[in-house]
């Protein structure tokens, strides 16, 4: 079982709902934080979903780091986990991560819900912030009354934004600009 098997059979079966409810937008391989990890597959409407996969031929070398990066800046995040890693995984990940199972069988993946997901329970702002491109992050500053700030370097505006505004805020606006965003990678 390849990763490319493993994401076939998330894109085919598991995301299906968010294909066909015509509020989500989903993206492969999205950047978090400051290029310090990509999560697999994201799922962006209500919540920023993530969905790390591990295939069969894969280790959870990554794993540590990537949960503390996914940390701060999901609010949900499944694993899709190779049945030969799913002991030593569920060791790992933190309780409010979601567990699926993918089983090769008679040469066809199955996946499996073992485990639902949870909120984040300690997202970080200013990595959600982070998302944002700086004409973005200008827009919502300007929006609340900000001015002479359009100088400033984006890692500035990242800082007022975290450091000004309520979680949920940021995090709404955030989802909003990266459903609407244009031009910036290629929807499977």
Do not use: C
Not at 11 to 16: A, E, I, W
Not at 63 to 85: C, M, S, W
Not at 99 to 118: C, D, E, F, N, S
Request: glycine content about 6%; hydrophobic content about 40%; proline content about 5%.
């Amino acid at each position: 079982m390849r990763d490319a098997d493993v994401r076939n059979a998330v894109h085919g079966n598991l995301l299906r709902p968010f294909y066909e409810d015509g509020e989500s937008r989903i993206l492969d391989e999205v950047v978090l934080g400051l290029d310090e990890a990509r999560i697999d597959v994201a799922v962006i409407n209500g919540s920023l979903h993530g969905y790390e996969l591990k295939s069969a031929q894969d280790t959870l070398g990554r794993l540590p780091r990537q949960i503390e990066v996914y940390g701060k800046a999901l609010d949900f995040v499944t694993l899709v986990v190779a049945d030969n890693h799913l002991d030593q995984a569920l060791d790992i990940i933190p309780n409010w991560w979601g567990v699926v199972r993918a089983k090769k069988t008679r040469g066809r993946l199955y996946l499996k819900k073992i485990r639902q997901p949870w909120w984040n329970p300690s997202p970080d702002p200013l990595t959600i912030a982070r998302f944002l491109w700086k004409e973005e992050a200008l827009s919502f500053l300007v929006r609340h009354g900000v001015k002479g700030i359009a100088r400033k370097p984006k890692y500035i505006l990242w800082q007022m934004i975290a450091e000004s505004y309520p979680l949920a805020q940021i995090s709404a606006y955030v989802r909003q600009t990266l459903k609407a965003r244009q031009g910036w990678r290629v929807d499977p």
